[in-house]
T-cell receptor
C-alpha cells in the first residue's frame, strides 16, 4: 500500500510568487490534514478535510493560503503571494474514517521563500 | 489551547538508554503518540498509547504515561546511532488535528 505522497519535495521561490503544494493521501482515507513546521518551531495544524469538505481550517494563518480537495482525493495548498515567513516544511497526513487511530504523514515539502 | 513541551536536545552514548520527556496541559486527548523524524525525511509513527493506559512496551521502546502529572515519556533501550533523529510527541484522537511538541533532537554518541 502506497503511503502519503507530497509534491514537490523542495521548492525555492521568491517573495511575492505563488507556490502550489500537492498531497496524495493513502487511498481510501477520508481524513486529510495539512501541518507546517516553520523555522524549526512546533509542527502546527493548518486544516482538516473530510473528503472534499473543510472540517476545520482554524489553523490557516491568513488568506494568502488556499487549500482545496476537489473530488475528495488529492489536496492542494496554494500560497499566494508567498512571504519570507512562509518558509518551512509543509506536512500532509491522512487517516481513515474508521480504523487505527493515527495519522500517516507524508515526507513533507520544504519551502524556502527568498 | 493545548500546550505541549519537550526538551529540545538530548545526547546519549551508544548502548545507553534514552529517555525523552513530554508534558502537556490539556488531558482531553484520546491518544498520545511518538513520531520520529530523521534528517530530510517525513514523520514516522513510532508508537502510541491510549489515554487510559499507563505503559506500553514495543521491543526497545517503552512509553510511560502519568495522567496525573500530564507527563509522557519515551524510553529507548540500547540506543543506537540509527536512533539519532528528532522525536515529537503529539496528542490527538480520531478525527482530531494533532498538537505537537517542539521536538527533541536526540544525538547518539559513539
Amino acid at each position: 500500500e502506497a503511503g502519503v505522497t507530497q509534491f514537490p519535495s523542495h521548492s525555492v521561490i521568491e517573495k511575492g510568487q505563488t507556490v502550489t503544494l500537492r498531497c496524495d493521501p493513502i487511498s481510501g482515507h477520508d481524513n486529510l490534514y495539512w501541518y507546517r513546521r516553520v523555522m524549526g518551531k512546533e509542527i502546527k495544524f493548518l486544516l482538516h478535510f473530510v473528503k472534499e469538505s473543510k472540517q476545520d481550517e482554524s489553523g490557516m494563518p491568513n488568506n494568502r493560503f488556499l487549500a482545496e480537495r476537489t473530488g475528495g482525493t488529492y489536496s492542494t495548498l496554494k500560497v499566494q503571494p508567498a512571504e519570507l515567513e512562509d518558509s518551512g516544511v509543509y506536512f500532509c497526513a491522512s487517516s481513515p474514517v474508521r480504523g487505527f487511530e493515527t495519522q500517516y504523514f507524508g515526507p513533507g515539502t520544504r519551502l524556502l521563500v527568498l | 489551547g493545548e500546550d505541549v513541551e519537550q526538551s529540545l536536545f538530548l545526547s546519549v552514548r551508544e548502548g545507553d538508554s534514552s529517555v525523552i520527556n513530554c508534558t502537556y496541559t490539556d488531558s482531553s486527548s484520546t491518544y498520545l503518540y511518538w513520531y520520529k523524524q530523521e534528517p530530510g525525511a517525513g514523520l514516522q509513527l513510532l508508537t502510541y498509547i491510549f489515554s487510559n493506559m499507563d505503559m506500553k512496551q514495543d521491543q526497545r521502546l517503552t512509553v510511560l504515561l502519568n495522567k496525573k502529572d500530564k507527563h509522557l515519556s519515551l524510553r529507548i533501550a540500547d540506543t543506537q546511532t540509527g536512533d539519532s533523529a528528532i522525536y515529537f510527541c503529539a496528542l490527538g484522537g480520531h478525527g482530531q488535528n494533532f498538537v505537537f511538541g517542539p521536538g527533541t533532537r536526540l544525538s547518539v554518541l559513539p
